[in-house]
């Protein structure tokens, strides 16, 4: 049973830094995209940042691009999100998500086959 879950949300004043953690269990971690998401209340789910596990490339969207980092720990199967310089407007439910094969960019949540719970990270100014 594939299993992805998130952790670190918390609140933070604008300017900090928050890291987020996705476990992975039940799913071979190699050759396949890991994704962060995002959304905030009221909007459509957005993709924030993504990793192809196999190569380690890595994919931003320009509002995060500069303050935020993804990594990942291969031998936990974990992938991080590192979110510095946070901002009020980087406030929402975050999401880990899964799909097989390179990420070939930033892609959609359409694309990926299987998502954590989410972890809430909000930001006050």
């Known amino acids: 049973q594939v299993q992805l879950v998130e952790s670190g949300g918390d609140s933070v004043q604008a300017g900090g830094s928050l890291r987020l953690s996705c476990a992975v269990s039940?799913?071979?971690?190699?050759?396949?995209?890991m994704g962060w998401f995002r959304q905030a209340e009221g909007k459509e789910r957005e993709a924030v940042a993504a990793?192809?596990?196999?190569?380690?490339?890595?994919y931003y969207a320009d509002s995060v691009k500069a303050r935020f980092t993804i990594s990942q720990d291969s031998a936990k199967t974990t992938v991080y999100l590192q979110m510095n310089s946070l901002k009020p407007e980087d406030t929402a439910m975050y999401f880990c998500?899964?799909?097989?094969?390179?990420?070939?960019?930033?892609?959609?949540?359409?694309?990926?086959?299987?998502w954590g719970r989410g972890t809430p990270v909000t930001v006050s100014s």
């Open positions: 039940g799913y071979t971690y190699s050759g396949k995209c």
């Open positions: 990793i192809f596990t196999s190569a380690g490339s890595s």
């Open positions: 998500a899964a799909k097989s094969g390179g990420c070939g960019g930033l892609l959609p949540w359409r694309a990926y086959a299987y």
